[in-house]
T-cell receptor, first 107, second 117 residues
Framework: GIQVEQSPPDLILQEGANSTLRCNFS?????LQWFHQNPWGQLINLFY???GTKQNGRLSATTVATERYSLLYISSSQTTDSGVYFC?????????FGTGTRLQVFP | ETGVTQTPRHLVMGMTNKKSLKCEQH?????MYWYKQSAKKPLELMFV???????ENNSVPSRFSPECPNSSHLFLHLHTLQPEDSALYLC????????????????FGPGTRLLVL
């Protein structure tokens, strides 16, 4: 099956800093989503982005499907951005999740 | 986020107990999912229901029994669980496009944190 790798596994930032999270996947996919899991366990969908670039406020994402990777950019980070960021890719009828990037933003 | 709700939010049970987790989606979606999230592991898909029919179960042990009575409700019945089943159980829903092999955006509930003693 498809393998999903995320990097870095852990990231510590000071408020205001920018960061880039990466997701590599091992095969062609027709679905790629980024999620944020807050410290209370709630998973929130950030982007549905099987290809191209999207932006939503301080967050943006780019997927280069032909090269099998996606990037999530966080600009001017805030303490509320803390949590775990997951990339998930679509394989027929299911999503396969990566192991996540744990982000901690300190004031 | 109130589109997908889950009850209870926390559950402690003994290995001989029987309990059920409930999920309800208010988004008009046609597919619902159960995921298990254990410490230090990626989310694992347990069950997928599309149009109320199970399409995926990923070889989950029979001590987990799903039920989908309609497109808005999903249950996970638990019996004779083991301590290693302690985890966060997440429900999700999506609107899937028939025949495309593709899923649309998944929306997650807040989860049920389960502890098996």
């Amino acid at each position: 099956g498809i393998q999903v790798e995320q990097s870095p596994p852990d990231l510590i930032l000071q408020e205001g800093a920018n960061s880039t999270l990466r997701c590599n996947f091992s095969d062609s996919v027709n679905n790629l989503q980024w999620f944020h899991q807050n410290p209370w366990g709630q998973l929130i969908n950030l982007f549905y982005i099987p290809s191209g670039t999207k932006q939503n406020g301080r967050l943006s994402a780019t997927t280069v499907a032909t090269e099998r990777y996606s990037l999530l950019y966080i600009s001017s980070s805030q303490t509320t951005d803390s949590g775990v960021y997951f990339c998930a890719v679509g394989d027929t009828d299911k999503l396969i999740f990566g192991t996540g990037t744990r982000l901690q933003v300190f004031p | 986020e109130t589109g997908v709700t889950q009850t209870p939010r926390h559950l402690v049970m003994g290995m001989t107990n029987k309990k059920s987790l409930k999920c309800e989606q208010h988004l008009g979606h046609n597919a619902m999912y159960w995921y298990k999230q254990s410490a230090k592991k990626p989310l694992e898909l347990m069950f997928v229901y599309s149009l109320e029919e199970r399409v995926e179960n990923n070889s989950v042990p029979s001590r987990f029994s799903p039920e989908c009575p309609n497109s808005s409700h999903l249950f996970l019945h638990l019996h004779t669980l083991q301590p290693e089943d302690s985890a966060l159980y997440l429900c999700a829903s999506s609107q899937n496009t028939q025949g495309s092999g593709s899923q649309e955006t998944q929306y997650f509930g807040p989860g049920t944190r389960l502890l098996v003693l």
